[in-house]
């Protein structure tokens, strides 16, 4: 399969009847961008891009592991978490978008791409397994899924991730949607 603007378009499309938290995902990626620009958030706005991460799997990833990341996440002060978030919103780089995050407990680069995305999804997207697994496979990416993913893996991913949208003439958050449903098919 070649990714191409309609391929893109016709899969996004069928992303509500593959994951069941597409009606939630799309209020967040509306939501949560000025939410975290103006630091009027609480903690469980912050926690809930911690609780997306794993639970978007629906199952794929074991209860324990998921857990595990969302009480290590838990650990973190509030003062701290909103500290990370806003310098990671003033931030100028990718780099330093996601050393601000990763410095709480619980968030690895991950789950920094995650809050990542929904502080903006105009130009950042969360890495996963799935993700960059189905670009590697549709002849995007070269090198498997690292373990761990490094900052410098994310920001080649993402730069392949941009591309990729630009040439399909979409959104990263479309482009995520067409891969995830894509993924789905197999």
């Given at each position: 399969?070649?990714?191409?603007?309609?391929v893109?378009?016709?899969?996004?499309?069928?992303y509500?009847?593959?994951?069941?938290?597409?009606?939630?995902?799309?209020?967040?990626?509306?939501?949560?961008?000025?939410?975290f620009?103006s630091?009027?958030?609480g903690?469980?706005?912050?926690?809930?891009?911690?609780?997306?991460?794993?639970?978007?799997?629906?199952?794929?990833?074991?209860n324990?592991?998921?857990?595990?990341?969302?009480?290590?996440?838990?650990?973190?002060?509030?003062?701290?978490?909103?500290?990370?978030?806003?310098?990671?919103?003033?931030?100028?780089?990718?780099?330093?978008?996601?050393?601000?995050?990763?410095?709480?407990?619980?968030?690895?680069?991950?789950?920094?791409?995650?809050?990542?995305?929904?502080?903006?999804?105009?130009?950042?997207?969360?890495?996963?397994?799935?993700?960059?697994t189905t670009l590697?496979?549709?002849?995007?990416?070269?090198?498997?899924?690292?373990?761990?993913?490094?900052t410098?893996?994310?920001?080649?991913?993402?730069?392949?991730?941009?591309?990729?949208?630009?040439g399909?003439?979409?959104?990263?958050?479309?482009?995520?949607?067409?891969?995830w449903?894509?993924?789905?098919?197999?």
């Open positions: 399969m070649e990714l191409t603007a309609a893109v378009d016709e899969k996004r499309r069928a509500p009847e593959v994951q069941a938290l597409s009606t939630v995902e799309e209020e967040h990626v509306d939501l949560l961008p000025e939410t620009a630091g009027d958030y903690w469980r706005d912050a926690e809930w891009v911690v609780q997306w991460y794993g639970r978007r799997f629906l199952g794929e990833i074991p324990a592991d998921r857990r595990a990341i969302e009480d290590a996440y838990d650990e973190n002060d509030y003062e701290d978490v909103h500290a990370a978030i806003s310098a990671a919103v003033e931030a100028d780089t990718t780099t330093e978008m996601v050393s601000s995050l990763t410095d709480l407990a619980g968030v690895d680069v991950p789950i920094a791409s995650a809050f990542c995305q929904f502080i903006d999804p105009e130009h950042y997207v969360v890495v996963d397994s799935r993700q960059w590697r496979d549709l002849g995007e990416l070269d090198e498997p899924y690292p373990d761990p993913v490094t410098d893996a994310y920001e080649r991913y993402l730069d392949t991730y941009r591309a990729v949208a630009e399909c003439d979409c959104t990263l958050w479309d482009l995520y949607r067409a891969l449903v894509i993924a789905a098919e197999k």
